[in-house]
């Protein structure tokens, strides 16, 4: 069954410092994977996806992911982390399957980002 | 462009009660998801609506269901609420069949 896990509840960092948020994923087929980050009472805003491509991925506020299929891994990054990036992340993957996008985005626990002074 | 957007934002009911949540996509956009969001864990997908017709489903009782109508919009019904379904609900929209989802800002439903 596909999956997806964060294994830290949380990650804390110093502003200014490199950031990682970690995922990893279980899936067959190709993975479509996903980062959305949820500030409190609020809906997922989008950060960035990897479709095919570039295994580095860019995408907003700064933000990037490498894609690493053999480790099965997508992990969030930030070289310099903000106070304002103090949210909560979560990885998604939408799995493929024969007769295309399931639509069906498979979500990890999330993993609380707090950035200090 | 007015992003999703969801109603009520907050809403409280009795077990056993039904409530309707409803859900407006981004314009441009065809295809709805409805995710449950239970306190402390990750979006449950509930199902998807494409073209007024439920498309794929996740592991929900029939208690949850769903509608879109012509112009996309969407509601999520659920009746004989148990504490249990207290959550924030999240509907997302696509683009038809692509992959980015928009998510709106949840409605927070709690059940006494």
């Known amino acids: 069954a596909q999956s997806v896990a964060q294994p830290e509840d949380q990650v804390n960092v110093a502003e200014g410092n490199p950031l990682t948020v970690k995922c990893t994923y279980s899936v067959s087929g190709n993975p479509y994977l996903f980062w959305y980050v949820q500030y409190p009472n609020r809906g997922l805003q989008f950060l960035l996806k990897?479709?095919?491509?570039?295994?580095l991925v860019k995408g907003s506020y700064g933000f990037e992911a490498e894609f690493n299929k053999s480790q099965t891994s997508f992990h969030l990054k930030k070289p310099s982390a903000l106070v304002s990036d103090s949210a909560l992340y979560f990885c998604a993957v939408i799995f493929e399957h024969g007769s295309g996008n399931t639509g069906k985005l498979i979500f990890g626990q999330g993993t609380t980002l707090q950035v200090k002074p | 462009d007015a992003g999703v957007t969801q109603s009520p934002t907050h809403l409280i009911k009795t077990r056993g009660q039904q409530v309707t949540l409803r859900c407006s996509p981004k314009s441009g956009h065809d295809t709805v998801s409805w995710y449950q969001q239970a306190l402390g864990q990750g979006p449950q997908f509930i199902f998807q609506y494409y073209e007024e017709e439920e498309r794929q489903r996740g592991n929900f009782p029939d208690r949850f269901s769903g509608h879109q109508f012509p112009n996309y919009s969407s509601e999520l019904n659920v009746n004989a609420l148990l504490l249990g379904d207290s959550a924030l609900y999240l509907c997302?929209?696509?683009?038809?069949?692509?992959?980015?989802?928009?998510f709106g800002p949840g409605t927070r439903l709690t059940v006494t």
């Open positions: 990897y479709i095919t491509g570039d295994n």
């Open positions: 997302a929209s696509t683009p038809g069949f692509t992959y980015e989802q928009y």
